[in-house]
């Protein structure tokens, strides 16, 4: 008999991914499986998933090296400059690749970003109602 390995694919794949990171997103407050805690200035804290964040910051990968053992069950990272919904404005935008906000928020979010070491081309567009914010993934450590 002989061995024949077959490839596997899931079919329609951009569905089956951004249902993946939808439920991903949508568990994050609620999940034991998030793994990474932002306290804010406002002492709010918001729960995110390392292996998605960590990866585009080379300063986060620096500082969360996997041989350190912390006392806590996960890390907290403390952002003492900003607000609970500029982290959230973050999150979105990392995970879904789309947020909104006003122009002071969105100089809030970058200056979080670069803070956290976080390059990404941000995309800004307007329409009659809000400013929306999409993020075009091009990671520079």
Not at 90 to 112: C, H, K, P, W
């Amino acid at each position: 008999t002989s061995c024949m390995t077959s490839h596997m694919h899931v079919m329609g794949k951009p569905s089956h991914f951004a249902r993946q990171w939808e439920n991903t997103y949508k568990c994050l407050d609620s999940s034991p499986n998030s793994d990474l805690v932002l306290l804010c200035a406002d002492n709010v804290k918001v729960s995110v998933h390392q292996a998605v964040l960590v990866p585009l910051s080379q300063m986060l990968k620096d500082i969360m090296d996997p041989r350190d053992s912390f006392i806590q069950d996960y890390p907290l990272i403390m952002l003492l400059e900003q607000e609970s919904s500029i982290a959230r404005k973050m999150v979105d935008l990392i995970y879904t690749g789309r947020s909104t906000a006003n122009q002071a928020e969105f100089l809030s979010l970058q200056n979080l970003l670069v803070s956290l070491g976080i390059y990404l081309d941000i995309g800004w567009s307007k329409d009659s109602s809000e400013e929306n914010l999409c993020a075009g993934f091009s990671v520079t450590n």
